[in-house]
């Protein structure tokens, strides 16, 4: 299971980033935050997927064979590895857009740090806590509660950011239309 758990995260990574980008683009002929809308969206997208491909074990019939099982894991891993995803590029041509060139280089960095240290650097053990107070050291209902209320949460503050991005654009003196060549 762990090599079809990671070919599933890379596949579906890859062809989430690849589609983000492409969806980010048309998007943007309606919506002038849609870099960041597009992101957001793919975190809402990821949530219900996330939540079918780790509560299968779950809430499948006890007489259901194994195959069905890992079947329905591996078509919602893959979902929600491709929608979770879909902020890679849009997002980070986002943040290109609103810094001035100067500054861009440490602008990323700063970006990568803080997903970093607000995501991953502490997720695993947060995860594991909650498993080993409330949940008998049972991680998949741990990862039950955290997983969709962060994706919610990424979603809605996204949609809610997506709103300022013209503005940011225009304070470096170029249209949010031109940025995205729909002008």
């Known amino acids: ?25 048309r998007l943007s002929r309606r919506f002038t935050g849609a870099r960041i809308l597009a992101g957001a969206l793919g975190f809402l997208f990821a949530a219900p997927c996330a939540v079918v491909a780790v509560g299968a074990a779950y809430v499948l019939p006890k007489g259901v064979s194994a195959m069905v099982g890992v079947g329905v894991f591996a078509i919602f891993a893959l979902l929600a590895a491709f929608f979770l995803n879909f902020y890679t590029g849009p997002v980070s041509a986002a943040l290109l857009d609103v810094l001035p060139p100067n500054e861009r280089g440490g602008g990323g960095g700063i970006e990568l740090t803080l997903a970093h240290l607000l995501g991953d650097s502490y997720a695993a053990a947060l995860v594991g806590y909650i498993a080993l107070v409330a949940f008998a050291d049972h991680v998949g209902p741990a990862l039950l509660v955290t997983t969709p209320i962060a994706l919610v949460l990424a979603g809605l503050i996204g949609i809610w950011g997506s709103r300022f991005y013209a503005c940011d654009v225009a304070k470096l003196g170029t249209s949010a239309e031109a940025m995205l060549g729909t002008e």
Do not use: D, K
């Open 1 to 25: 299971i762990p090599v079809i758990a990671g070919a599933l995260a890379l596949t579906g990574g890859i062809l989430g980033a690849l589609t983000g980008g492409a969806w980010a683009n």
